[in-house]
């Protein structure tokens, strides 16, 4: 992402949010939407986990 879409992005994000937002929604905004462009770029990528893998890694029951 350049970086003047980067801004654009930020500054909706922030649009969105209610009038009384702190830095802590500000933040963790941020990050999520950072965590899911990371997601999905790995998921492009074809760096996943098949969801059976990680059943048996962790041992639980579907």
Same mark, same amino acid.
């Given at each position: ?12 994000l922030i649009e969105k ?6 830095w802590d929604d500000v ?5 999520? @939407? ?12 074809? @760096? ?9 890694e962790f041992g639980v029951?579907?």
């Open positions: 992402m350049s970086t003047a879409n980067l801004k654009q992005v930020a500054h909706q949010l209610p009038d009384d937002a702190t933040v963790y905004e941020m990050v999520t @939407r950072r965590e899911i462009e990371k997601g999905l770029a790995d998921s492009d990528a074809n @760096r996943t986990t098949p969801v059976e893998d990680v059943i048996k029951d579907a």
